[in-house]
């Protein structure tokens, strides 16, 4: 897993970056663009573009990989581990976040998907019925246990160092929010009981609109509401503290709901999914941070002129980490040509907190 002595090395080792690049993440530092993996065809070729740009961002100062299981079929996940173990860096420099919650194919997408997943999952016992939401989500205990150890295999590391339940608000398209909560407990303490054991270091909850939406949205979770869950969840195992550590949440120039939506009770009143994570010490690692590509040739006018870069991509980039509250900005690398320009967005600083707040005004 990552360390802090080798996390540290690797920021002293790559200290032409901008001062404010590495970033705290528990007793360790990250870079503050980490790789993103969604994207792309399952096909070998597509393997071998993502290993090469996984390596060469990973060896120029990039040490954040975020993937998960369903992405490109488990390929996503067998590539990072290739890739993390072919790099010229110590894998302790590496952080390495994986997600569990969709069920994932093999390799490819089935001829027949109902089929699959009856016979892996439902058949098997690791999924019961009442818990598979729209046929592909579970959150459920034992199946998270599962998944867990899949990701281990698939990544080839003994130790996930930030594992997150993957879009929990997919469940309540057929469950009450009551019954997510309860079910999110429980898998919490799955997940306490794995990091005790040493398999993950952190976990976390990643989303697409639960954390950023308005609260009587049909999507919405509280933060506060899962915080204590993850609370309990400790106690119950008998964790000192909880390992709940991070969230992960869409945010870019069009995408800035996580900021400015304010939906989350906090000590003073209502906050920003952003202000009551930096409050309550979650780490949060944005995704979309160029929305899939759309802002890698059109940041808005007024907005780019503000932000440093030479491309629309890396202006876009320091938008999405200049946020308050933001450990790591994740960007989709499936080119060795856009890692090189993903690394160098980390050579400008990004904006400062009056200066971001302005982009608003």
């Given amino acids: 897993m990552a360390t802090r002595e080798a996390t540290w090395a690797y920021r002293d080792d790559h200290d032409e970056f901008a001062r404010t690049f590495y970033r705290r993440f528990g007793d360790g530092v990250v870079s503050s663009?980490?790789?993103?993996?969604?994207l792309g065809d399952p096909t070998d070729e597509r393997d071998a573009s993502y290993h090469d740009a996984i390596v060469t961002a990973l060896e120029s100062g990039i040490n954040v990989v975020d993937t998960a299981i369903n992405y490109r079929h488990q390929r996503s996940e067998r590539v990072v581990g290739d890739a993390v173990a072919d790099a010229e860096v110590d894998r302790e420099a590496i952080a390495v976040a994986t997600k569990g919650g969709f069920v994932p194919f093999d390799g490819?997408?089935?001829a027949d998907p109902g089929a699959f997943v009856q016979s892996e999952y439902l058949d098997t016992g690791i999924v019961d019925r009442d818990d598979l939401v729209a046929g592909q989500h579970c959150i459920a205990?034992?199946?998270?246990?599962?998944?867990?150890?899949r990701s281990l295999t698939n990544l080839g590391l003994d130790t996930i160092d930030l594992y997150y339940v993957h879009n929990p608000e997919t469940q309540l398209k057929s469950k009450s929010r009551e019954a997510v909560y309860d079910q999110l407990e429980a898998t919490f303490e799955q997940l306490e009981e794995r990091a005790a054991a040493g398999d993950i270091e952190h976990y976390g909850v990643a989303t697409w609109e639960a954390f950023r939406v308005a609260?009587?949205?049909d999507s919405y979770l509280s933060l506060p509401e899962i915080v204590e869950r993850a609370r309990a969840a400790?106690?119950?195992?008998?964790n000192a503290a909880t390992h709940l550590r991070a969230i992960q949440l869409p945010f870019n120039v069009a995408m800035a709901d996580a900021f400015t939506v304010e939906s989350h009770d906090g000590a003073e009143g209502p906050q920003s999914a952003l202000w009551f994570a930096h409050e309550a010490g979650l780490d949060v690692f944005t995704s979309a941070s160029?929305?899939?590509?759309?802002?890698?040739?059109?940041?808005?006018?007024?907005?780019?002129?503000k932000l440093s870069g030479e491309t629309s991509a890396q202006r876009a980039i320091n938008f999405a980490r200049s946020a308050p509250g933001v450990t790591c900005s994740l960007v989709g690398t499936g080119s060795v040509e856009h890692a090189?320009?993903?690394?160098?967005?980390?050579r400008y600083e990004p904006l400062g907190a009056d200066a971001f707040d302005a982009v608003f005004e």
């Fill in 33 to 38: 663009i980490g790789i993103g993996t969604y």
């Fill in 108 to 110: 490819e997408r089935p």
């Fill in 141 to 149: 205990p034992d199946y998270i246990d599962d998944q867990v150890d």
């Fill in 215 to 217: 609260a009587d949205h």
């Fill in 234 to 238: 400790a106690e119950t195992v008998g």
């Fill in 290 to 305: 160029i929305m899939q590509g759309q802002l890698a040739t059109a940041v808005p006018d007024e907005v780019a002129a």
């Fill in 340 to 346: 090189e320009e993903n690394v160098d967005a980390g």
